[in-house]
């Protein structure tokens, strides 16, 4: 049962973030007096809809889109005249824009001449066509905030989990970097001083909340004194220690989950502080104002991660064919999130509060559909926002262009010319959806 309600929260989740993508089209196209005959999430037969005013408002059965479908997104054939139909050519990809642009027009009655996509200004079609990708980006930002301030970030905190029973003397290696204690090996500094679960609340006369504000002081004060406040059963324990000085091995960042090495292949070893003293794992709620940065950062990363899709793609291939296992870090399809939801909702976590965690993931699973939904709609390529996007701004480019070197008006860019990339570009997204699909049913990424 849990299962099933962690796929439902996905699926509700990702049909409203494409609603709310489709929204930010609707709106300003309407506002602008743009015609709109359909706003529709999903893709395939028609379950349910109803119309009001000139738009009927539907849901399709395959959850993997939407759209508003606006009359006359495709100008006429320079020196037609609007509303003017002509013969569709007999030529292949003459033919298939001739058809568009027919299908185009014809959906423009008596009296919806100016109501017309195409005549739109450019300021006002790039206005429409980054309302959908806007919209997204403001649900990310949300749930980010939900989950950042809300339920908080699992962070390492300096409430003690454990106190270390010595120093150890040990060198660091490539195998053993956290050397284990020995036989006569020195008391720690935190020897009969520091208990389990008391929580450092000060460093040297600085309020501390993050385990890495702790540590920052102590791996640089090797051999000094330091003095730490005590949160000990809700009263404040003042204490002074002289830390010892250890040899550590070099991590790569704060996961500590890398070492680093030297060329020829030894360990980089660094002397810094020792405590003798250990965090425990708990939820901070961060301030608001770190969400935009954390979005700005993660806009970058996944912009990183989309430039590599085609190599991702390949080991997707791989895996299916069974020539390599699943990368734990590559791409996934719609259901592959869903099931990640539904795996995560019904495990049993290694974790206290399993509710925040689990609300935790879930949150930054939309997140991250929000985030990509942003990213890839972005592309300069038809069918996608970015196609009409790029359009809209090379129409603007020409006639801002002509208008400097008085030249006539080029009119409107001719998108129907994009049409074979689009179609193109559709299959290959198709394509890509059901080799992702297929692999998330027969070799899935396991979160648990």
């Not at 300021?123 to 749930?143: D, E, F, H, Q, S």
Request: hydrophobic content about 45%; charged content about 20%.
């Amino acid at each position: 049962m849990l299962w099933i309600l962690g796929i439902l929260l996905i699926v509700v989740g990702i049909g409203l973030s494409i609603a709310l993508h489709e929204i930010g089209h609707l709106l300003p196209a309407k506002l602008f007096g743009v015609k709109c005959t359909q706003y529709m999430v999903g893709f395939g037969k028609t379950i349910w809809s109803r119309k009001r005013g000139d738009t009927e408002y539907g849901i399709k059965a395959i959850p993997l889109g939407g759209y508003v479908r606006m009359i006359g997104m495709i100008p006429p054939r320079p020196g037609d005249q609007p509303g003017q139909l002509r013969d569709v050519s007999t030529g292949r990809f003459s033919g298939l824009i001739d058809q568009a642009r027919h299908d185009s027009l014809i959906e423009v009655e008596p009296g919806d001449e100016d109501r017309v996509f195409y005549k739109l200004s450019v300021p006002k079609k790039i206005v429409v066509m980054l309302g959908g990708l806007t919209m997204n980006l403001l649900l990310a930002l949300v749930l980010l905030v939900i989950l950042i301030s809300g339920v908080g970030v699992q962070s390492l905190v300096p409430r003690l989990s454990t106190v270390a029973e010595c120093v150890p003397t040990a060198a660091p290696t490539v195998e053993a970097p956290l050397a284990e204690c020995q036989p006569g090996d020195p008391l720690p500094p935190s020897a009969g001083v520091l208990q389990e679960g008391d929580t450092i609340v000060e460093v040297n006369g600085q309020p501390v909340t993050l385990w890495g504000e702790v540590t920052d002081v102590i791996r640089g004060s090797a051999g000094q004194s330091i003095d730490l406040v005590l949160d000990r059963n809700g009263e404040r324990v003042p204490v002074t220690l002289t830390l010892a000085t250890v040899q550590r091995a070099a991590f790569a960042d704060d996961t500590r989950a890398e070492v680093k090495v030297n060329p020829d292949g030894t360990l980089v070893v660094e002397t810094v502080g020792f405590l003798g003293a250990s965090a425990s794992i708990d939820f901070v709620r961060l301030p608001i104002t770190e969400a935009p940065v954390k979005l700005v950062e993660t806009v970058a990363a996944t912009g990183q991660v989309l430039l590599t899709v085609p190599e991702r793609l390949v080991n997707v291939w791989q895996t299916v064919t069974g020539q390599e296992e699943r990368d734990p870090e590559g791409l996934i399809s719609v259901v592959g999130v869903a099931r990640a939801g539904g795996e995560i909702v019904a495990a049993d976590l290694p974790i206290a509060d399993q509710a925040r965690a689990k609300a935790g993931f879930i949150l930054g699973l939309l997140f991250g559909v929000n985030i990509a939904l942003f990213l890839f709609n972005l592309l300069p390529m038809p069918p996608l926002d970015g196609g009409q996007l790029a359009g809209a701004v090379w129409e603007g480019i020409k006639r801002t262009g002509a208008r400097l070197l008085g030249r006539p008006d080029p009119g409107y860019v001719d998108v129907a010319k994009g049409l074979p990339i689009a179609y193109a570009v559709s299959i290959l997204l198709i394509a890509m959806t059901v080799l992702l699909v297929y692999a998330d049913l027969v070799t899935p990424v396991r979160f648990t």
